[in-house]
């Protein structure tokens, strides 16, 4: 599979999309417009292991619940993913086996380096 979930009105996530110049055959998903489904969120929990490692923890829904104060176990993040789209990490790239998450520096550029 070869997918993005992104933000389209990010413009941090518009930067990424310009600097990894996806290929064609990528499937490219807004989150805001089209929000992750239940089986989408599956397929990323597959890649990686924990719905804790697919949560933005700099959102602010995040922050506005104190969230980072609260003992939140893995189906209460599988509810916040399902819950808003702004609680998942962007952008998410899956080329192939292969996911990368977020927008670190070293993300970015691992996932330059697999395209």
Same mark, same amino acid.
């Given at each position: 599979?070869?997918?993005?979930?992104?933000?389209?009105?990010?413009?941090?996530?518009?930067?990424?999309?310009?600097?990894?110049?996806?290929?064609? &055959?990528?499937?490219?998903?807004?989150?805001?417009? &089209?929000?992750?489904?239940?089986?989408?969120?599956? %397929?990323?929990?597959?890649?990686?292991?924990?719905?804790?490692?697919?949560? &933005?923890?700099?959102?602010?829904?995040?922050? %506005?619940?104190?969230?980072?104060?609260?003992?939140?176990?893995?189906?209460?993040?599988?509810?916040?993913?399902? %819950?808003?789209?702004?609680?998942?990490?962007?952008?998410?790239?899956?080329?192939?086996?292969?996911?990368?998450?977020? &927008?670190?520096?070293?993300?970015?550029?691992?996932?330059?380096?697999?395209?």
């Amino acid at each position: 599979m070869k997918k993005i979930y992104h933000l389209a009105t990010c413009d941090n996530n518009k930067r990424i999309l310009r600097a990894l110049n996806l290929p064609e &055959n990528f499937i490219k998903q807004d989150l805001k417009t &089209n929000p992750i489904s239940e089986t989408e969120l599956e %397929e990323l929990y597959h890649f990686s292991k924990s719905y804790e490692a697919l949560i &933005n923890k700099r959102s602010r829904l995040y922050n %506005e619940r104190n969230l980072k104060n609260k003992n939140i176990k893995e189906a209460d993040y599988k509810k916040l993913l399902l %819950e808003h789209y702004t609680f998942l990490k962007r952008p998410i790239l899956i080329n192939e086996q292969e996911v990368f998450i977020g &927008n670190s520096k070293k993300v970015v550029a691992a996932a330059k380096k697999s395209l």
